[in-house]
């Protein structure tokens, strides 16, 4: 059983820069791979960022390539989403996620934080 919750959300100017964070409970968090998703209103949630139990490797949405950097400190049981040149399109719930592989699809993961707001203004 993993526990996750995230932070870092908040309102923000387009161009601007945001870092989020989850922290997850338990001892098994390296056993995991992990992937932020986000939600717009009315939208289906969408994978954004994804990195494997090790951190060796990583896989990005296009739509934010080149702009977030996802990261994992396994010492610490924690994930990090960097989110920099943000976009009014941004703007969504964003959710932490685990699951037994790196996927990009939402099924795929067993466990999801409560989700922390971004809201990037134009």
């Known amino acids: 059983q993993v526990q996750l919750v995230e932070s870092g959300g908040g309102l923000v100017q387009a161009g601007g820069s945001l870092r989020l964070s989850c922290a997850a409970s338990?001892?098994?968090?390296?056993?995991?791979?992990m992937g932020w998703f986000r939600q717009a209103p009315g939208k289906e949630r969408r994978f954004v960022a994804g990195?494997?139990?090790?951190?060796?490797?990583?896989y990005y949405a296009d739509s934010v390539k080149g702009r977030f950097t996802i990261s994992r400190d396994n010492a610490k049981n924690t994930v990090f989403l960097q989110m920099n040149s943000l976009k009014p399109e941004d703007t969504a719930v964003y959710y932490c996620?685990?699951?037994?592989?790196?996927?990009?699809?939402?099924?795929?993961?067993?466990?999801w934080g409560q989700g922390t707001q971004v809201t990037v203004s134009s």
């Open positions: 990195i494997m139990r090790s951190g060796g490797s990583t």
């Open positions: 338990g001892r098994t968090f390296r056993s995991y791979a």
């Open positions: 996620s685990a699951g037994s592989y790196l996927a990009t699809l939402v099924d795929e993961y067993d466990y």
